[in-house]
């Protein structure tokens, strides 16, 4: 049985507004599934359902609205179906356009913050180590668990919005210290030792990762002592991908790493060869097929993968057969079309698609050839997304690529 604190009867008997009461019980359902014995207080929510599915994303929405409700904690709004602001661009269905609008407008009467972005820890909302929060969106429920050290269980739709609503939470699953401690320990060679560039091996290890440390938190033993948080932000969403990670530890990287780890955990290896194989798997296309795209910033590009990019494409042209789109933020995307030190993406023909990512909206006109980007995430679910045929590979020979119009070597 949940032991309910004051503000739990509060909100369940309508003292804050029906739309919280209506929440609170939903909750409560949640929480009774869950074996919860009490709630917890989270200081933010980030909501994936907000991204239009069908009628019942807008019937779910708008029943809290015609019942008056306004979330409790700050609350950001995770991508969307399409990128309403670039509407010649989409090739999905011409109908999604005005239902994902109608589905953003009614979490924003809701009070929620219209960053739709998959990954709002960038510049947004950065929660504290220790803080528990509400998000959904599997790569920021793996980076704000592992990489901030934030406590954040695995949030679905309906569940997540629920959460904003009331400000509360069950107390189970990764908000709990024992569920949070790594089950076992996974070496893995360095970036040399496995004969992977960085922008591959991070990838690579997120994807082998998830399949093998399937419902355990894993402790890595081995990352560089420079590992950057874009690149922690690759490997937790391809193992979050592969394996619905939701956190890892990472010795010398990660917050959480140096607490005591119990004697006895299972030694799992990761060797060269299971990342070079799971490369390959991402990578079934071959040198010489044509190209249709290049498909950067799944999660979303941060400001410096931006100026990692403009570097790698300066003086450089790409064939007019490729087109480039990268994902990312409204606020990150203003901020690159307003930089004049970021002008060689503009001159490559780079197009900065906000709001969604293009793994889920189609936005790749053209049929015949391969889309290549260097994301594990979008390798993983694109082909069955897009019905297309995907590359991972290097940023330089993505690039490559784009220059020949073919695949490169």
Same mark, same amino acid.
Request: proline fraction near 7%; charge should be negative; charged fraction near 20%.
């Given at each position: ?7 739990? &009867? ?10 919280? $009461?209506?929440?609170? $019980? ?11 014995? &009490?709630?917890?207080?989270?200081? @933010? ?14 019937? /779910?929405?708008?029943? +809290? !609205?015609?019942?008056?409700? &306004? ?30 609008? *109608? ?9 929620? !913050? ?47 919005? #629920? ?12 908000? #709990? ?6 089950? #076992?320990?996974?070496?893995?060679? @360095? ?10 091996? +991070? ?47 990472? *010795? ?53 993968? +931006?100026?990692? %990019? @403009?570097? $790698?494409? *300066? ?9 480039? /789109? ?21 001159? +490559? ?29 979008? $390798? ?5 997304? %897009? ?18 119009? *073919?695949?490169?070597?």
């Amino acid at each position: 049985m949940i032991a309910l604190e004051p503000v739990d &009867r509060a909100l369940l008997d309508g003292e804050h507004g029906a739309a919280a $009461a209506r929440a609170m $019980a939903i909750l409560m359902r949640y929480g009774e599934a869950s074996g919860a014995r &009490r709630f917890v207080s989270v200081q @933010s929510a980030h909501i994936d359902g907000c991204l239009y599915h069908g009628p019942s994303s807008i019937d /779910f929405a708008r029943r +809290f !609205v015609d019942l008056g409700g &306004r979330v409790r904690v700050p609350t950001t709004l995770n991508v969307a179906a399409v990128d309403v602001t670039h509407p010649d661009w989409h090739c999905g269905p011409p109908e999604l356009i005005p239902a994902q609008s *109608e589905l953003t407008e009614l979490h924003e009467k809701l009070g929620c !913050v219209p960053t739709l972005t998959c990954a709002p820890y960038q510049r947004m909302l950065r929660p504290r180590a220790g803080e528990h929060v509400a998000w959904a969106e599997s790569n920021a429920i793996v980076f704000v668990n592992s990489v901030l050290g934030a406590r954040t269980d695995r949030y679905g739709d309906f569940a997540d919005l #629920c959460a904003a609503l009331t400000g509360r939470v069950p107390m189970v699953g990764l908000h #709990c210290d024992e569920n949070r401690r790594a089950r #076992c320990i996974v070496t893995i060679p @360095s970036p040399d030792a496995a004969r992977l560039p960085r922008d591959l091996y +991070f990838a690579a290890i997120g994807y082998v990762l998830g399949r093998r440390a399937i419902g355990q938190v894993p402790l890595l033993r081995g990352l560089p002592d420079d590992t950057t948080e874009d690149e922690l932000k690759a490997l937790g969403a391809a193992g979050a991908s592969s394996g619905a990670l939701a956190l890892f530890h990472a *010795e010398g990287v990660t917050p959480e790493a140096g607490r005591q780890v119990p004697d006895g955990l299972p030694i799992l290896t990761i060797a060269s060869e299971d990342l070079e194989a799971a490369v390959a798997s991402l990578c079934p296309v071959k040198p010489g097929e044509r190209v249709a795209a290049i498909c950067l910033g799944t999660p979303h590009y941060s400001i410096a993968e +931006f100026r990692a %990019l @403009s570097a $790698a494409v *300066e003086k450089r042209t790409p064939a007019p057969s490729v087109s480039t /789109f990268v994902s990312t933020s409204r606020e990150i995307a203003a901020t690159v079309e307003a930089d004049p030190a970021l002008a060689p993406l503009r001159v +490559f023909g780079v197009r900065l698609v906000v709001d969604t990512c293009t793994y889920l909206a189609p936005v790749v006109a053209a049929r015949d050839g391969v889309i290549l980007t260097t994301s594990g995430k979008y $390798a993983h679910y694109g082909p069955g997304n %897009l019905q297309r045929r995907i590359g991972l590979m290097t940023l330089e020979r993505c690039i490559r690529s784009a220059e020949l119009g *073919e695949v490169a070597p």
